[in-house]
């Protein structure tokens, strides 16, 4: 079955520290790929995405990610992060089946110390 | 900024209970979805809307669940007989093409007591 793996399920960083999110996806075929994000309170919504091209996307918020193909991977990294981005991360995959469904992974909540 | 609503923000219900959870899409938007994530686990796919029929459901998504958009501009979900595993947070999305980028309802949080 098509799943989306988040390797991490919570991380803990002081401000200014690197963040990389790790994402891996099992399914064969050409995907679109997403991280979603939730701040507390909020819905979720989009940070980036990668449907083709540039394998290096980037996002809102000084966020991006990387899509290698080998690897089923699309990690997410941000070199300072800051307060403000203690949040719950989503990875979420669309196989291009013609389906209609985004997998999400588990999420990653991430707490930065002031 | 368009986006999308959702009502109630929480549902308290019996168990046995029917209960309608209600959204409104972005305008533009063409497709539609619920999703639900239980607490402590992942966001799971439920049901995906085009075109006034379901186009896409999961193995969750059993005869005690329906969605309609009765008015062209809501989008319901309705569960006949909630039980108690049907606790969640339930997020209604829309998008404009059938595999782009979901635009999120706040949530609706069902309790089944």
């Known amino acids: 079955a098509q799943s989306v793996s988040q390797h991490n399920h919570h991380v803990i960083l002081s401000e200014a520290a690197s963040l990389e999110l790790g994402c891996n996806y099992s399914y064969g075929g050409t995907v679109n790929l997403f991280w979603y994000v939730q701040y507390p309170g909020q819905h979720l919504q989009l940070l980036l995405k990668y449907f083709s091209g540039d394998p290096l996307v980037k996002g809102i918020k000084g966020f991006e990610a990387e899509f290698i193909k080998s690897k089923f991977s699309f990690n997410l990294r941000k070199p300072s992060v800051q307060w403000s981005d203690t949040a719950e991360y989503f990875c979420a995959v669309i196989p291009n089946t013609g389906g209609f469904k985004t997998i999400f992974g588990a999420g990653t909540r991430l707490f930065v110390k002031a | 900024e368009p986006e999308v609503t959702q009502t109630p923000s929480h549902q308290v219900t019996q168990m046995g209970q029917e209960v309608i959870l209600r959204c409104v899409p972005i305008?533009?938007?063409?497709?539609f979805y619920w999703y639900r994530q239980i607490l402590g686990q992942k966001v799971e796919f439920l049901v995906s809307f085009y075109n006034n029929e379901i186009s896409e459901k999961s193995e969750i998504f059993d005869d005690q669940f329906s969605v309609e958009r009765p008015d062209g501009s809501n989008f319901t979900l309705k569960i006949r007989s909630t039980k108690l595993e049907d606790s969640a947070m339930y997020f209604c999305?829309?998008?404009?093409?059938?595999?782009?980028?979901?635009?999120f309802g706040e949530g609706s949080r069902l309790t089944v007591l």
């Open positions: 305008s533009n938007h063409l497709y």
């Open positions: 999305a829309s998008s404009e093409i059938t595999n782009g980028e979901l635009f």
